[in-house]
């Protein structure tokens, strides 16, 4: 399989045949901006829509929803993606709640939370049979690699307690689970703020894909967050994937003061006219 990023995002129209939208897409940062009603969130949502349609095979062209995406290489096979939701809603879905046991989920980032415990479970799994082999390999750089692998993990948790610091959290490093011990309590990341579920949310996606090349779509991320960890929010996901492709809609601009507003794009920048 061959790993890839979308060069190009095309929608035919987003409301009834109008506003053709053509968007260019770098495969490190692309943040889209615009005012409200102005169709980020539409961009996006019929983008994953269209990615999810093609997760057996890349499909480039779904004439249902008017979509066509171009990748880089042309010859990939395949594209590794993670959808970000933002909002903290009440879980209201009747299917959900009936495949979960957890009397402690009551918002939609806590089942995100949950669905993530079962992806870093098997990520620890892939990391040890990772080590195990290059202990057993011939290859005198094996053992150099194997403590590299071994300290992605130490490091994510390095971020996570640098971040909830303020508010005295740490996480369980003895736990193969997210756990946190605060005020001499263990306790589950439910029982989190909004915005820590929401940063835990948004890293622990990152490091369970385990710097594989991967699109990562997250629509207005910074909702949740104050205004120091908007700032850091790119930063943090690039240092624990520098394989990722972001795509990402916003209102704030804390979101790229940090080095990023060559990576902006206004939704008006990218509609094309139906004449052309």
């Not at 061959?2 to 506003?19: A, F, P």
């Not at 995406?69 to 970000?84: C, G, N, Y």
Request: net charge negative; charged share 25%.
């Amino acid at each position: 399989m061959v790993g890839c990023y979308i060069k190009r995002i095309e929608i035919d129209s987003l409301w009834r045949g109008t506003r053709h939208i053509r968007w260019d897409l770098q495969p490190g940062v692309n943040v889209l901006s615009g005012i409200n009603g102005v169709g980020k969130s539409t961009i996006l949502r019929k983008t994953v829509r269209q990615l999810t349609a093609g997760q057996d095979a890349l499909t480039r062209d779904y004439s249902k929803l008017g979509v066509h995406l171009t990748f880089e290489p042309e010859e990939a096979d395949t594209v590794r993606f993670d959808v970000i939701k933002g909002m903290d809603r009440p879980l209201m879905s009747a299917d959900v709640l009936q495949r979960v046991a957890d009397s402690h989920l009551h918002t939609e980032l806590d089942w995100q939370l949950y669905q993530l415990q079962r992806r870093y479970l098997d990520y620890q799994v892939n990391q040890s049979n990772r080590i195990v082999q290059l202990f057993t390999s011939a290859d005198p750089a094996a053992q150099q690699k194997a403590a590299e692998i071994a300290a992605e993990k130490s490091h994510f948790q390095d971020v996570i307690d640098g971040l909830f610091r303020s508010t005295g959290k740490t996480i369980d490093r003895q736990s193969n689970e997210v756990f946190f011990h605060h005020l001499d309590e263990r306790i589950t990341p439910y029982m989190l703020s909004s915005g820590e579920k929401q940063m835990l949310i948004i890293l622990l996606t990152v490091l369970v894909e385990n710097r594989q090349p991967t699109v990562l779509l997250m629509d207005e991320p910074e909702v949740s967050l104050h205004i120091e960890w908007q700032q850091q929010l790119l930063e943090h996901i690039l240092d624990l994937n520098p394989n990722a492709q972001i795509i990402v809609t916003t209102h704030s601009p804390a979101m790229i003061m940090s080095g990023w507003m060559d990576c902006v794009t206004d939704v008006e920048d990218i509609i094309i006219d139906n004449q052309e």
